[in-house]
């Protein structure tokens, strides 16, 4: 009988073990990351490629050739450019007037324990949780009850009262983490209450009332259902995208959309930048 005996594999000199690729808790939840990232990101990638898109009709929903002639004829529609320039004035306004008052009830919500503060905050989560639908329709039966007529005054409250909210939450949360041995050093030194909150806690809430002053402008910019009930005859720029859908989307607009994204993101690093310099220097 022959016995047969099994030698294993010699490994040659100086190679390199076989690493076997393992499925693990961490590479799912990093793969599952960037397909999040991915899809949100992939819109905002598709309305920058058709910027440059040449369509030979109305219709900008396929890849017909490459140009830049939108981006020269940016103002080309007249009735698009004022949907545009109306939204930014819409926003501007109602987003200073958001934070004017946000910043105000933070700071009280913040600082102070009063009765019915707490009342106060339901009602200001109650905003933010509330569907736009609700807030649009009860906007329009208080507006028609009043017989006021509907236009950009109305757009303004509209956006005002649901930006309130989120400008007071961010302003608050600042108010509540605040170092009050600062404003003590400032009050043992001699100034007065005033004067300690104009040159010691406003520049501490600044980063604070501008981070909420953005998103406050950023949802007015971006809003269409509450806008869509309180607008009458104005016409700003998601009503104009949303009437343009229906007889076909013009390049301009997704030429627009870029450039407010781009807007956007530089702000957003320029704050990042001065954040990081500010820290550095403390």
Sequence with gaps: MTTSTLTPPVTAPGAAPRRRFRITGASLMFGYTWLVILWLVLPIFVMILFGFNNPHGKFNQTWQGFTVKWYKDIFGLDELTSALWLSLVIAVISSLLAAAVGTGIGYALGRYQFRGSGTINLLLFATMASPELIMGASLLSLFVSLNTGRGVATIVIGHVLFSISFVTTVVRARVITLDRSIEEAAADLGATAWT????????????????????????????????????????????????????????????????????????????????????KRD
Excluded at 236 to 256: E, K, S
């Design 196 to 279: 300690t909150f104009w040159k010691v806690t406003f520049p501490i809430l600044l980063p604070a009332i501008f981070s909420g002053f953005m998103l406050a402008f950023a949802l007015s910019i971006d809003d269409f259902v509450v806008t869509n009930f309180v607008s009458g005859s104005a016409t700003t720029f998601p009503l104009y995208i949303w009437g343009a859908t229906r007889v076909g989307l013009p390049p301009q607009v997704n030429v627009m959309g870029t450039l407010i994204f781009a807007a956007g993101v530089l702000i957003a690093v320029i704050a990042n930048l001065r954040s990081r310099s500010t820290s």
